[in-house]
């Protein structure tokens, strides 16, 4: 069993291609509902990451909650945001891109993790127009040219990361809230339908790789965030 302190984040993360001999042994742990979605996708890349995402959450599930991980039970909230089918105080969250799954678990908190592989072949301003507020776009304008990058995935993930643990989908502009953009210092700045709602949520920031930048928004009280890799069971 593995221990989840109070007011900890664990932050887990693994690259696909490590466990690609894995798969199969993974995808035995999934549920029927979940080996349909996985045959369903059309790309063998989607469909091998989907099985080693779901299969290791069941893993550290079972680790947490001391429970068989094929039999672990999961419900999704109107938004499609996962959770547990049974009451229980720890919560989860999920995100992959390129070669890099992450999931974060904490307990007594919501919370969202978002992870980017980062890229530079596309105009971030003309990308932060159509989904930044204006006050994010102002802020990402006045850095240093060759900082603007790193700028719109710190806003992006951050975003992201706040979207998902609110579990509410796109059911708000993303223009109706804004996050801090610094390097050093991850924070929700305003929403427009609660004013005072930023003093409840804590923000952060974090890299696996080189390549790779993540944000976690988690509502509650978080002390420590435990980063650590998955090397498999």
């Known amino acids: 069993m593995t221990l989840l302190p109070e007011n900890e984040v664990q932050l887990w993360y693994f690259k696909v291609d490590e466990f690609l001999k894995d798969v199969e042994s993974y995808a035995n742990l999934l549920s ?3 080996t349909a979605r996985a045959d369903s996708f059309k790309f063998d890349k989607d469909r091998t990451v989907y099985i080693l995402a779901r299969g290791l ?3 550290l599930s079972g680790r947490y909650l001391n429970k068989i991980p094929k039999k ?9 945001k996962p959770g547990y089918k049974f009451q229980n105080p720890i919560a989860f969250n999920i995100s992959h ?8 678990f904490a307990r007594n908190c919501e919370i969202g993790v ?3 592989k980062i890229k530079d072949d596309f105009d971030v301003i003309d990308i932060a127009h159509h989904f930044f507020s204006p006050d994010e776009i102002q802020t990402l304008k006045a850095l240093p040219e060759q900082e603007q990058v790193y700028g719109f995935y710190r806003c992006w993930t951050r975003k992201e990361s706040f979207i998902k643990a609110k579990g509410s989908g796109l059911s708000f502009p993303l223009t109706s809230f804004s996050v801090s953009l610094d390097v050093d210092y991850a924070e ?13 949520w804590q923000l952060f920031t974090f890299t696996t790789t080189k390549d790779y930048l993540g944000a976690l928004s988690v509502k509650g009280n978080v ?4 980063q650590m890799k998955w090397h498999g069971s």
């Open 97 to 104: 891109s390129g070669n890099m799954i992450v999931m974060a």
């Open 32 to 34: 029927l509902k979940e």
């Open 188 to 200: 929700l700045l305003r929403t427009d339908w609660d004013s005072t709602e930023k003093k409840e």
């Open 223 to 226: 002390e420590s965030i435990r």
């Open 57 to 59: 959450l069941r893993i």
């Open 114 to 116: 978002d992870i980017e």
């Open 72 to 80: 672990i039970k999961f419900d999704y909230g109107e938004y499609g």
